[in-house]
RNA sequence: GGCCCCGUAGCUCAGCCGGAUAGAGCAACUGCCUUCUAAGCAGUAGGUCGCAGGUUCGAAUCCUGCCGGGGUCGCCA
């Protein structure tokens, strides 16, 4: 039950009226204006742009929007469930409604509990959404940056699912390029190293001592027999090896996040020509069919211009053609195919795949690879499939307001897997969602543990407790009362009269809008400040029955009014469970 | 040099598809609280929304140019 959009679609539903009737042009785009609470709450529960929107349109039958807008406040206000509609400013509609509604609302909460807001976008939403995160390469233990967009893209597809869309979340291995065969020669080392050989690693190899259970899994697995193999003989095996150690590890360092994936796409599965053409091969032939692939030069790179440059002809693709700065090559110098090229035939089996909207994640570092990407997608869906990728920022670790060194080169760095063993996954995930993914972020590890107001994890959390909390001590008053939702929804909700009792059932009432706002603009920090929000409000009302003993929730004097108020506590509580559970973090009913 | 992201209170950041007097937390200042319901509470002050144009009834929001910070710039992934 989401207010804004019902009140949308009953103004739309007015404007065509006025249109048929020949009191509007016809073809008013509904999608133009929106209903939206106000700047000041004072000022009414729902506020509308129409007239203003539309104003151009109507002058031939209305002077100006205050006058448009007094013809669409005479309609609201015959609504039952509408107090009055009145007319402000240039042309803003206010409407005020009946407090009947928000009961009725806090009452849907209750009747709903977790699922509240569940399917918030409806038609708006995407039908099949396909989220790609993470995809970090299969060389080693993933670091914090990789954690912050793994748990971004696990909150939006969450967020994106709960809202209404059928999400898959997938993972691109890439098994393919040359760092994997780095890191093959560099389990190989380890696999002598565990054979008995002093080692040492050379430049140009992982150093992590991560790869040494690697090598001797390896020895173990082989002996001594690819010890004196040529690298030809032992490099495909080893590598295989080393990627699949390599993605379990990874996929545990996920899991210690709660972050699982339905599908893991393995990059060279793409480059197979076992059953004919390989998906690449298809790939590039479908673009050469739209005569997007050509043979050519490019004019080198402005600046400092690398050290290897060659002008040559080469297999390029028209990615200009839709908005590119300009054509993007598919084939290296030694004839393989570039990154690109891949990546090109895994979207187009992701668009195969019938999905509506494709949404990839990746590291900031990436973002000169946006324009192409959009562009092949395009080019290979006929502009029929929407590529939106979500770039995230860095994020510096610090502690007590100290940066955390790390020293990557070393391999000595500070791994995603130490962060959540040290803070814990709640705390990892809310703080890396309470910033915009486009931001950087600054991660302290001593701050995020704190418990105080000033730690936004600890603050949401503790809101979810104290509301269990307040339960449990109405328990001890009235210890024959009956707390669940259903019986609670039966309270007499006209008792409330305390005005922050209605702002915070106000506050529960946008809840919809918020799932259905964050999951289109595909910002899951939205839902992040908006559960803080409605705790800050929540925390302190609760404060408010220090000085006012009348005002706090158990009243062992008033039990029909206590019952009023613990249903508007327990409907807190699902909410703050229920957006919680869509960024993946606990929910407790308890912070000691 | 091209492209992308960022620039909002002293600091860290929100601000939706253009909407009404631009918000929150920290820090600062002023009171209160010191066992009351749980990790304090209430209030005050603080802004040229980087700058300059443009679009319009209306711009922090959209467009153009500039300034500043970061990223990136055939074959790396």
Known sequence: MNIYAEFHARIAEILARFSGEGRLPPGLDPARFVVEPPRDASLGDLACNAAMVFAKEAKAFYPNPRQFATELAFEISAFEDVDQAEVAGPGFLNIRLKPTVYAQI??????QGQDFGRGASGRVAARKVNV?????????????????????????????????????????INDAGAQVDVLARSAFLRYREALGEPVTVPDGLYPGDYLKPVGAAL???????????????????VRAFAIDAMMDMIRDDLAALNITHEVFFSERSLHDSSQGLSDVEAAIEELQSKELIYQGRLPPPK???????????????????????????????????????????????????????????????????VKRMGAAVEALS???????????????????GEPVKMSKRSG????????????????????????????????????????????????????????????????????????????????ELALLQDESEWALIKLLAQYPRVIESAAAAHEPHRLAFYLHDL?????????????????????????????????????????????????????????R
């Open 535 to 591: 705790a800050s409000l929540f925390h302190s009302h609760w404060n408010r029955g220090k000085d006012q003993p009348q005002l706090r929730f158990v009243n062992q004097d008033r039990r029909d009014l206590t019952c009023a108020r613990l249903a508007l506590v327990t409907g807190l509580m699902k909410v703050l469970a229920s957006g919680l559970s869509v960024l993946g973090v606990k929910a407790p009913d308890e912070m």
């Open 106 to 111: 806090l009452r849907a909460v209750l009747r």
């Open 382 to 400: 006929g502009g029929k499939v929407a590529l939106d990728v979500k770039l995230c920022q860095l994020v510096k670790l610090m502690r007590d």
């Open 412 to 491: 000595d760095f500070v791994t995603l897997r130490e962060v959540v063993d040290e803070v814990g996954v709640d705390a990892v995930r809310f703080m890396m969602l309470y910033r915009k993914n486009d931001a950087p972020l600054e991660f302290d590890l001593a701050r995020v543990i704190e418990q105080s107001k000033d730690n936004p994890v600890f603050y949401v959390q503790y809101a979810h407790a104290r509301a269990n909390s307040v339960l449990r001590q109405a328990l001890a008053a009235f210890p024959d009362l009956e707390l669940g939702p259903e019986r609670l929804a039966e309270a």
């Open 132 to 172: 790609e995160y993470v995809s970090a390469n299969p060389t080693g233990p993933m670091h914090v940056g990789h954690g912050r967009g793994a748990v971004f893209g696990d909150a939006l597809a969450s967020l994106m699912e709960f809202s209404g869309s059928e999400v898959t979340r997938e993972y691109y």
């Open 219 to 237: 020895a173990t697995r082989y002996g001594d027999s690819l010890r004196e193999k040529p690298e030809s003989e032992w490099l495909a095996p």
């Open 303 to 369: 600046g400092q211009l690398p050290e290897d440059w060659e002008d040559r002809e080469q297999t390029l693709f028209r990615s200009t053609s839709f908005g590119d700065d300009v054509d993007r090559p598919l084939r290296k110098s030694d004839g393989s195919f570039t990154y690109f090229a891949s990546d090109i035939a895994y979207h187009r089996k992701k668009i195969e795949g019938g999905y509506d909207v494709l949404v990839d994640v990746w590291g900031a570092d990436h973002g000169g690879y």
